[in-house]
């Protein structure tokens, strides 16, 4: 039976099963411009989930025209949740240590054992954590002298790996039941399976900034009028006897469940293998995580993916090459065929 979605503000209560509805998920976007307000906003305890934007973009806002703090937190490693809340207690006591002796009243009359207990370990240079202490408290209190409404900390959840993603919205939901202003970000959409269930009721999506129609342009195929690196390992593909004739560039792959189409750098069509040539430009946001997603549409459509950059491939062409070669011959002996 479909177990009903209990809500809570604007959370969902962890260990309930999240079922987003058409109302509920279909949230206007977002604009940049928007984003640093609608984070200065958030109340203790509350959420906001953005797609389409990474840690790194959010911090390039918010530093532009926030009114707030905000902590990205380190979550790049799989570890399990009390890791990395053990791993944000101790960022929130370096940064408490860093505005000693510069910490607000907290508005309390009477003094408060773990203030002045911490005060005297700022006071020696040390950081105020207290590891025997419930660890719930130490982030309360953390928070508070770091401001009067504490720090947003944003939160940055892998969409492609549900692995991965799991312990971090584990330790982002504790958080927030205990008072943080959460800002959880994803570079593409997720699927609506668990445990992205649970970040998808309310979410919004980041508004494009190119026009509509060019974000749905399919470039057509024909002559390859790509970059320098890109014709330059095209031909060396074509003068291998092994490898001629197997790539085609600037092709079309089908992907996703709609019919949606990826147009990729050198397709394989025979043995399934993608080979992307990366410049510069696919190093940060947003073309980093649309090359993410991307990755992900490709390997559930079937398909092997190898990344290259320029640099490599202006450094050593014939590595290059063996290293596609290595991925076709991979994709031959799982199909059972020659080696």
Known sequence: ????????????????????DPEATARPPLTAGELPGRIDGLGAGERLVVLGIGRE????LLAQGSTRGALPVACDVPLTAPVLIGRLLDDLAELALDRWPDWPDGGSPSP??????????????????FRRMAREIELVRLLGVLG???????WEVDPASAHRARPVIEAMEW????????????????????PYDRLL?????????????????????????????????????????????????????????WGGQARVDLLCRAHRVVVELDGPEHRGEPNFGNDRHRDYELLTAGYL???????????????????????????????????
């Open 57 to 60: 973009g959010v911090g390039r």
């Open 201 to 257: 009721y309310g979410a919004h999506a980041l508004a494009r900034t190119e026009p509509a129609a060019v974000a749905r342009f399919i470039a057509p195929a024909g002559p390859h009028h790509a970059s320098a690196t890109e014709r330059r390992v095209a031909a060396a593909l074509e003068h291998d006897p092994e490898l001629a004739g197997l790539f085609a560039c600037n092709a079309a792959v089908p992907v996703g469940a």
């Open 175 to 194: 958080c927030a039941r205990h008072g943080a202003a959460i800002v959880a970000v994803l570079p593409v959409a997720p699927p609506e399976t668990a």
């Open 1 to 20: 039976m479909r177990r009903s979605l209990v809500r809570s503000g604007s959370m969902v209560l962890p260990g309930v099963c999240a079922f987003p």
């Open 148 to 154: 009067p409404n504490g720090p947003a900390l944003i």
């Open 305 to 339: 993916v190898l990344r290259l950059t320029n640099g490599q491939v202006a450094d050593d062409l014939s590595l290059c090459i063996e290293k596609i070669r290595a991925v076709v011959n991979l994709r031959r002996r799982t199909e059972g065929g020659e080696r």
């Open 112 to 129: 408060d054992p773990w203030r002045k207990a911490a005060a005297k370990r700022a006071a020696l240079g040390l950081t105020p954590r």
